[in-house]
C-alpha cells in the first residue's frame, strides 16, 4: 500500500514566522511530488510542484526533496494570517496519467 | 487564466438515485481524474482517463461508477444508484500539456446522499 504522511497539526505560527511542513512517502518509485493548499470547503489548489533532490523556490515558499529520506518539505516564509488552510501533500508516479496519492495534510494557522 | 470546471457545485439526491457530475477540463490537457474527498478524510483517487479510456481505477470505483467524454469538452461521472456513503466532494481534475506532470482541480461538486 502506498503511503503519504503528514503530521495532521494544527501547526501555529505567528504572523511573519516560517512555517515548516513534512512529508514522508513509502513508494520509492515516486518520481513527482506536489504541496497543495486547501481551504476548508474548496479544492486543493498547486502551490508547487518539485521533481529533483534539493530545494525549489517560489516567492515565499520554497520545497524540499529528498529521495534518499523518502521526505518532502515545505517552507513558508513571512507567514501570513491568509497562508492558514490545509496543506496536502502529494505523491505521484512516472508517467502522465498516474495519480496522485494525497497525504491527510497538516493544518497550518498562522496568527496575528 | 484557464481553470477546470465542474457543475453543479452541490447536489442533493435520494439513495439509490443516479447522478451524473460535469466537469470541463483544460482544453489543451491530456489527460482527466475524478477524485474524491469525504468530509474529515484524505483526497482519494477514482479513475483516470486517457486517450478515451480508463488508465486506471481505484478499488473505490466499482460497477456503480462510470466515466465519458462525450464530447471534446466535457468529461463526466455517473453514479448509478448512490448509496450513503457516496456523500462526498467530487474533484475533477485535468494535467498533461506539454508533458507537463502538474495537475489542476476543479471547484468540486458537493454531493450529499439522503
Known amino acids: 500500500q502506498k503511503e503519504v504522511e503528514q503530521n495532521s497539526g494544527p501547526l501555529s505560527v505567528p504572523e511573519g514566522a516560517i512555517a515548516s511542513l513534512n512529508c514522508t512517502y513509502s513508494d520509492r518509485g515516486s518520481q513527482s511530488f506536489f504541496w497543495y493548499r486547501q481551504y476548508s470547503g474548496k479544492s486543493p489548489e498547486l502551490i508547487m510542484s518539485?521533481?529533483?533532490?534539493g530545494d525549489k523556490e517560489d516567492g515565499r515558499f520554497t520545497a524540499q526533496l529528498n529521495k534518499a529520506s523518502q521526505y518532502v518539505s515545505l517552507l513558508i516564509r513571512d507567514s501570513q494570517p491568509s497562508d492558514s488552510a490545509t496543506y496536502l501533500c502529494?505523491?505521484?508516479?512516472?508517467?502522465?496519467?498516474?495519480?496522485?496519492?494525497f497525504g491527510a495534510g497538516t493544518r497550518l494557522a498562522v496568527h496575528p | 487564466e484557464p481553470e477546470v470546471t465542474q457543475t453543479p457545485s452541490h447536489q442533493v439526491t435520494q439513495m439509490g438515485q443516479e447522478v451524473i457530475l460535469r466537469c470541463v477540463p483544460i482544453s489543451n490537457h491530456l489527460y482527466f481524474y475524478w477524485y474524491r474527498q469525504i468530509l474529515g478524510q484524505k483526497v482519494e483517487f477514482l479513475v483516470s482517463?486517457?486517450?478515451?479510456?480508463?488508465?486506471?481505477k481505484s478499488e473505490i470505483f466499482d460497477d456503480q461508477f462510470s466515466v465519458e467524454r462525450p464530447d471534446g469538452s466535457n468529461f463526466t461521472l455517473k453514479i448509478r444508484s448512490t448509496k450513503l456513503e457516496d456523500s462526498a466532494m467530487y474533484f475533477c481534475?485535468?494535467?498533461?500539456?506539454?508533458?507537463?506532470?502538474?495537475?489542476?482541480f476543479g471547484p468540486g461538486t458537493r454531493l450529499l446522499v439522503l
Open positions: 481534475a485535468s494535467g498533461g500539456a506539454g508533458g507537463q506532470e502538474t495537475q489542476y
Open positions: 482517463f486517457y486517450n478515451n479510456e480508463i488508465s486506471e
Open positions: 518539485i521533481y529533483s533532490n
Open positions: 502529494a505523491v505521484k508516479g512516472l508517467g502522465g496519467y498516474n495519480k496522485l496519492i
